[in-house]
């Protein structure tokens, strides 16, 4: 399902910015969703709340949701992918594939892209002692380095966070990896408005 997430501001309503979740690929062709609907959906014609059906293609003639005229609010501004640091080489060739042909899309449209590495102390465990070490680990360094390579990204726009799985409190170490990396995000967006 296609998903918006707004953000409470307290009693000031909610923050300027909106998060959309989609499902993720999948190395068989007719599970995960379809390539051309994740394009659909950047250039804003896929509505809150679409349910996704990896078997056919969403369309406008086909389909009462479609947005026929979206308007820049409803487009993307960012193209973030998520891929958890433990299972990078678990990846399918097939899934790579999909990855490079919706972020090539995304460059055409001129919208940047960006990569969140999540789980880097389920990938290694070493980093759970000390997670403000992350960007200076060598072996995840070269992670990055070859998921850049893989997917056509450059190793700057992938950033490196941890999960709260088990913890019952706060950290700050871990929220200063996702708030520079919500901020990295928000710049982004920024950014692509700037140049319209």
């Known amino acids: ?20 979740d ?9 599970k995960g969703v379809n390539v051309e609907d994740v394009k659909l959906a950047m250039k804003g014609h896929v509505p809150d709340g679409y349910k996704f059906d990896p ?3 969403f369309q406008d003639d086909d389909d009462d949701d479609y947005n026929s005229c ?6 993307v501004h960012v193209l973030v992918c998520v891929i958890p640091a433990d299972n990078v080489s678990l990846m399918s060739p097939e899934v790579v594939t999909k990855m490079r042909e919706v972020r090539e899309a995304a460059s055409e449209m001129g919208i940047p892209q960006l ?29 990055v380095d070859e998921l850049s390579m893989l997917i056509g990204m450059p190793p700057n726009c992938f950033f490196l966070v941890k999960n709260y799985h088990s913890e019952t409190n706060t950290n700050e170490d871990i929220d200063v990896l996702i708030r520079s990396t919500l901020r990295e995000i928000i710049n982004a967006g920024e950014d692509f408005l700037n140049n319209l």
């Not at 979206?70 to 487009?75: G, H």
């Not at 102390?121 to 403000?132: H, P």
């Open 1 to 20: 399902m296609y998903t918006a997430y707004k953000f409470h501001k307290g009693r000031d309503g909610f923050y300027s910015f909106i998060f959309n």
């Open 22 to 30: 989609i499902m993720g690929f999948e190395r068989i062709t007719n």
């Open 55 to 57: 078997e056919v293609q």
């Open 70 to 75: 979206p308007t820049l609010d409803d487009r």
């Open 115 to 143: 990569a969140i590495l999540t789980k880097v102390d389920k990938a290694y465990s070493q980093l759970t002692k000390d997670i403000k070490k992350v960007y200076n680990h060598k072996d995840l360094k070269q992670k």
